[in-house]
């Protein structure tokens, strides 16, 4: 699909530009899909702002509005943005505290643009990079087990996130995690043929989003999730699924943490970078089974021992 093909980098929305009943204020971030604005209501409250603006496909034109970048590229403009736009209103349907909360949607600037809530703290990639030492069992487990459940919720609602990784979960001031940047999310689970390759991040994505979408599905983001705790073991990502396919140099979890971490937490890790989808974890519910198992073995050993100590000290006895 040559329409893929660079275009100029677009340039933000200034700063002091009215959007509706929105004042920008800061532009957060820019990339292949969209930009991310700071911006405050009428009452001050703050929000971020999403806009539509895929570069391979859009261009920013006088007056701030966007085309489409060609004839060619017009059709799939439409649709990422007819896309982006049913994505915007299935997200405000979901209230969940680790998941971006979307407040408003609306058209402008011959676009569309995507409101939610402003979190104030720091990704995980910052954590992760900030920590002297790697983040902590207890770390993994909390962050993990609370972003699940949001995942889960994700997943119910017939949406895949398809970019999950350190940058895209911010953990709040009071330590709770939240998933956001939901523009590469798709309605993946829904019965008709995805038109929109996904964007993705290489060593985060699953193998089935490098090539056709038909593959995707819950285990897809169940790859991301591993890759991410994988990040918080050894502060970067596995080797792009690509390349891994191609051949596999992933030094497994159960090695780089080994003595570090617990050997269930580790090879449930390692089950989610597994290549073939069909080996993964299928649902966010098979994983959180996975890990609360864990849990419950990590306490088995220290009952043996004992055990073991107390037969040892009968068989004394009776010889």
């Not at 966010?284 to 849990?295: G, M, R, S, T």
Request: charged share 20%; net charge neutral.
């Amino acid at each position: 699909m040559h329409i893929m093909s660079a275009q100029p980098p677009n340039h933000s929305l200034p700063v002091g530009y009215q959007l509706q009943e929105y004042r920008i204020d800061k532009v957060l971030s820019g990339g292949g899909f969209s930009y991310v604005y700071l911006a405050h209501d009428q009452d001050g409250q703050a929000v971020a702002i999403k806009e539509y603006l895929p570069s391979a496909l859009a261009l920013r034109v006088e007056g701030n509005s966007v085309v489409a970048a060609s004839d060619e590229a017009l059709g799939y403009f439409r649709q990422g943005m007819k896309s982006f736009f049913e994505e915007g209103r299935a997200l405000a349907r979901i209230d969940h505290r680790n998941i971006v909360r979307v407040i408003n949607f609306f058209r402008a600037n011959d676009t569309v643009y995507m409101v939610m809530q402003y979190e104030r703290g720091r990704s995980l990639q910052t954590h992760i990079q900030m920590q002297p030492q790697p983040v902590t069992e207890n770390f993994v487990r909390r962050v993990f087990g609370e972003l699940l459940t949001g995942l889960r919720e994700v997943h119910t609602h017939k949406l895949l996130h398809l970019d999950i990784k350190p940058a895209n979960i911010y953990l709040r001031i009071d330590g709770s995690p939240v998933l956001l940047d939901f523009g590469s999310a798709r309605q993946g689970l829904s019965d008709a043929p995805p038109s929109l390759a996904p964007t993705y991040t290489p060593g985060y994505a699953a193998p089935e989003q490098y090539s056709n979408r038909e593959g995707l599905g819950p285990w897809s983001d169940i790859y991301s999730i591993g890759a991410t705790m994988y990040a918080c073991l050894t502060r970067s990502p596995p080797p792009p699924a690509d390349d891994r396919i191609k051949l596999d140099k992933l030094t497994p979890a159960v090695q780089v943490g080994k003595g570090i971490y617990s050997t269930h937490l580790l090879e449930t890790i390692d089950w989610c970078l597994e290549l073939d989808h069909l080996k993964r974890p299928q649902s966010v519910f098979a994983l959180q089974k996975a890990l609360l198992e864990d849990i419950a073995i990590q306490t088995q050993p220290q009952k043996n021992s004992l055990f073991s100590s107390l037969r040892a000290k009968l068989s004394a006895l009776k010889s």
